[in-house]
């Protein structure tokens, strides 16, 4: 995964830009439809979830923890539980919206506080050079490939296993890898002209940095960003379904798919349901990263 | 060729230093006094019989003597005893290591195949199935590798009824399986867990064979009549072997990340389990050996496919590269 943002285009775009520009087959608008569809239903999908984040409260008339014997096991389509009900009579439409600020912060948190760490990371030691960059290069070609659980599951031993740790271990799964990137994009920059020219008006080190430097590097680093985002609420909804994440009563996806696996047999829709959704967001991240890089290009 | 072995074992060595180094340093930051844990509550007010505890487990001395201690302790194979079980965690790792080995074996074989062939196809299909393969990678590494496991279940264990859907062995078999009972409980978790590592090398395969597409070797191969699939094999494919290769510590990585997962989904008996149910019971020294041995089967099998470097590319093998 790591390597697909650092050698570029080779995910999707290869294969959704196959249609050469020329070609128009039809009115413009319906060929515009036809190229960018993958692009239009990822920024839908995020809206969407971004529109559920904002009136999760009120667009099921069930609460997301509200025990219902009676009504335990509703199949699909149920009436006032269109997605059915999980064994003890809870909503599962209504959990899986009490999920979404949980999904949303473990996307948004870990691939921001990823990137702005990992950039730092990465100017410091693609600008400094020398001794410096060897040594937080060594550290984190050592980091990058080393097992990402192993940290996690450290994490949550030492200090316990909750949001905020599951947070943390993901977070540092990313830097190494944000930071490499950023480092190689500085060290391509900082022999440019506009960069030497800043030395020798006589700025220094920091204002190159954050001057010249981020402005730079900022479109990699957002469109790495939105990558995360999709991979985090993956890899964080993989961490609560084996209990290291979000702890019930707390519900996010992960706990979802982990408390439906129970009823895999008997009722199926409450495993796969959060699961479609978890796949759903994440890929329309990944797909708006896709997009922007594309965006990015067709401007330079 | 033998500078190339010595750095990178080297490497891996100091790899495994820091890691246990951290591990150690951290599992201290636990709040709470292993004193208190192995004099019970009673006798903790014996002040007397706590110092004396404290110099007999030589946990007054410095903490660079006390690693010293630990980390001779586990190259003998001795891990301590579990908190929870009293049972030597050498023991529990022994019998859970070769499932998880198995398990990993088994997947990474599925998955070097599956993303050959995947690759191989999506490089010369042309037409919409060009399209679906090369866009599907994209989809399988995002999609949760515990929801794949869980589908499996569902369609081949639940439906379809032709798989078992959990453990290594049937309940009636104990702990030992029969070899054909043991290969099918294999199949469904393996498969699953195989997926990922196939996405990674189908497009590492598909963007090679569009590069060497290029290559005069190829055109020439082609102008003389070579068929299609001929040429895949013999003259492409060699060149994949090479990014594989060095991607190689990104894929262990990751299979042993969804391998905890791919565990829990199929209540398999390994390492992955272990560590997980041990971190809910806090069992600290299970925790610690079982990241311990993680690392080093991580280390050692990177270095395994390091290895493959001098076997495939005649390049490194002469003096001057690295």
């Known amino acids: ?300 | 060729m033998t500078q190339y072995v010595l750095t990178r074992t080297g490497g891996s060595l100091l790899v495994l230093l820091s890691a246990s180094v951290v591990l150690f340093t951290v599992i201290r930051l636990i709040p709470g006094d292993p004193i208190t844990i192995l004099l019970g509550s009673a006798n903790i007010y014996d002040p007397e019989l706590v110092a004396r505890t404290r110099i007999a487990y030589g946990l007054n001395q410095p903490l660079p003597v006390q690693y010293l201690a630990w980390i001779t302790h586990i190259l003998q194979g001795d891990f301590g005893r579990s908190l929870v079980t009293s049972e030597p965690v050498a023991a529990i790792v022994r019998r859970r290591l070769g499932p998880s080995l198995l398990l990993g074996l088994g997947a990474s074989t599925l998955g070097l195949l599956l993303g050959l062939a995947w690759g191989i196809a999506a490089g010369y299909v042309n037409g919409p199935g060009r399209t679906v393969l090369r866009a599907l990678p994209m989809v399988s590494l995002v999609v949760p590798t515990f929801s794949v496991g869980l589908l499996f279940v569902f369609v081949f264990a639940v439906q379809l009824g032709v798989l078992p859907a959990s453990g290594l062995a049937s309940p009636l078999e104990g702990d030992t399986p029969s070899v054909g009972s043991a290969v099918a409980h294999l199949i469904l978790p393996s498969l699953a867990l195989s997926l990922v590592p196939a996405s990674l090398i189908a497009r590492l395969t598909y963007a090679t064979i569009d590069e060497v597409e290029q290559e005069e070797f190829i055109r020439t191969a082609r102008a003389l009549g070579v068929r299609p699939l001929r040429i895949a094999i013999q003259h492409s494919l060699p060149n994949v072997l090479l990014p594989i290769i060095t991607t190689g510590g990104l894929l262990v990585s990751a299979l042993i990340t969804n391998a905890v997962l791919i565990e829990t989904v199929f209540s398999w008996p390994g390492i992955g389990t272990m560590m997980i149910s041990a971190v809910q019971q806090r069992d600290y020294t299970v925790v610690q050996a079982g990241i311990l041995v993680v690392a080093t089967v991580y280390v050692i099998s990177s270095l395994a496919v390091d290895g493959l470097y001098l076997l495939a590319d005649p390049r490194v093998r002469t003096p001057a590269t690295e």
């Open chain 1, 1 to 300: 995964m790591n390597e697909s943002v650092a050698k570029g285009p080779m995910v999707a775009s290869d294969a959704l830009t196959l249609e050469p520009v020329a070609v128009m087959q039809g009115p413009p608008r319906v060929e515009f439809l036809r190229r960018h569809w993958p692009s239009l239903l990822a920024v839908g999908v995020i809206l969407l979830f971004v529109v559920a984040f904002i009136f999760r409260d009120s667009l099921s008339p069930f609460s997301a923890s509200a025990v219902r014997p009676t009504r335990a096991l509703l199949p699909v389509g149920s009436a006032d539980s269109p997605l059915g009900t999980d064994g003890l009579g809870r909503d599962l439409f209504a959990r899986i919206l009490a999920g979404v600020p949980f999904s949303l912060l473990f996307g948004a948190v870990p691939a921001a506080s990823g990137m702005v760490i990992g950039a730092a990371i990465g100017l410091v030691a693609g600008y400094a050079g020398g001794k410096l960059d060897r040594a937080i290069v060594s550290v984190m070609d050592v980091l990058l490939t080393f097992p990402f659980i192993l940290l996690a599951i450290l994490v949550a031993a030492v200090l316990g296993a909750s949001l905020q740790n599951a947070i943390i271990a993901v977070t540092l799964s990313i830097l190494p890898k944000n930071a490499r990137l950023i480092r190689s994009q500085t060290l391509s920059l900082k022999h440019r002209e506009f960069i030497v020219a800043a030395r020798l008006a006589g700025a220094g080190p920091l204002s190159i940095i954050v001057r010249h430097l981020l402005p730079n590097v900022l479109p990699t680093a957002l469109i790495v960003a939105s990558t995360d985002v999709g991979l985090m609420i993956t890899l964080t909804a993989g961490l609560s379904f084996i209990g290291l994440g979000v702890q019930p009563p707390d519900v996010d996806w992960g706990v979802l798919v982990a408390e439906g696996s129970r009823y895999v047999t008997s009722a199926p829709n409450l495993a796969f349901i959060p699961s479609v959704v978890i796949a759903t967001v994440s890929i329309a991240f990944v797909v708006l990263a896709d997009t922007e890089r594309r965006l990015l290009r067709s401007t330079q």
